[in-house]
């Protein structure tokens, strides 16, 4: 089971503890397969707090990747979560729509995964990948993301990238700047 440790910053004797950022209580995600059930997680509680960093430890097959996506509300079929809760800013994550999920995902809470490399298509853009977080949730059509993508590459790395040519392109070197620039600008609560 995973648990965090006691804040150090614990508020003062008598003053209400304020309520965690994020919160699992008794999370279980099972795999459905024709072998039989396969129990990925099972009862995981921990939370989290503002400015708090919870490390999910274990080995390979343990749960963790399969855990942290069910933060999201992207678990593989044939996986399913069967119980639990999941609170996040105190809105049950689990009772949510698909739609609403939707605009959570990457606006308000986002995953890292070990390898962000993988998480590229070299079918597609890297403008129009980054851009495509933009058009979501921002409502803004594709050429303004575009542009929006080349600024925040260089407001955050300090290297000019013109809309119509590296962003367009997926050099070595394109690859290695965006790589930078979306760990930096994945925004989580815990930071604020």
Known sequence: MLSTPA??????????????????????????????????VDG?????????????VGESGSGKTISSLALLRLVPRPARV???????EGEDLLA???????AVR??????????PAYSLNPIYSIGDQLGEILRWHDKIGRKASLARVAELLRQEIGVGVPANSHVQRQTRRNLEIVLIVK??????RLES
């Open 44 to 56: 995981v509680d921990y939370q989290v707090g503002q400015k708090e960093t919870l490390g999910l």
């Open 183 to 188: 760990r930096q600008r994945v925004t989580w």
């Open 7 to 40: 804040s150090s910053s614990s508020p003062p004797i008598g003053a209400a503890a304020p309520s965690p950022l994020l919160r699992v209580s008794g999370l279980a995600v099972h795999f459905f397969t024709g072998g039989g059930v396969v129990r990925a």
């Open 82 to 88: 069967v119980s639990g809760s999941i609170e996040f």
């Open 96 to 102: 949510k729509s698909e739609r609403q999920m939707r």
């Open 106 to 115: 990457g606006k308000r809470i986002a995953m890292i995964f070990q390898n």
